[in-house]
């Protein structure tokens, strides 16, 4: 029902800043809540981010408060990740996914775009 596409991510020194975008076709974002998922070497898929369908709504994990700030432009159908204050751990390919609900679970998202990568640097 929508694809999903990340773009954004690359190689920064620790306390920089990237925005992820989460570019979508087909149904709009308007239609679905969004989440923002990460995964480093090893280790398992971790939430990050969500946001509402209606924008209204958003939620962090705990070690990206602060620093992170997900949002919307439904003009442009992209949802972003602004990634602030970045710190190695942060590394991760970083994926947007979409679905009918707002949950922090992956199996709850039905859609999925392909990752970025995003490595922080020390």
């Known amino acids: 029902q929508v694809q999903l596409v990340e773009s954004g991510g690359g190689l920064v020194q620790a306390g920089g800043s990237l925005r992820l975008s989460c570019a979508a076709s087909g149904r709009t974002f308007t239609s679905y809540n969004v989440g923002w998922f990460r995964q480093a070497p090893g280790k398992d898929r971790e939430f990050v981010a969500r946001?509402?369908?209606?924008?209204?709504?958003?939620y962090y994990t705990d070690s990206v408060k602060g620093r992170f700030t997900i949002s919307k432009d439904n003009a442009k159908n992209t949802v972003y990740l602004q990634m602030n204050s970045l710190k190695p751990e942060d590394t991760a390919v970083y994926s947007c996914?979409?679905?009918?609900?707002?949950?922090?679970?992956?199996?709850?998202?039905?859609?999925w775009g392909q990752g970025t990568q995003v490595t922080v640097s020390s």
């Open positions: 996914a979409a679905g009918a609900l707002l949950a922090t679970r992956p199996s709850h998202y039905a859609y």
């Open positions: 946001i509402s369908w209606s924008g209204s709504t958003t």
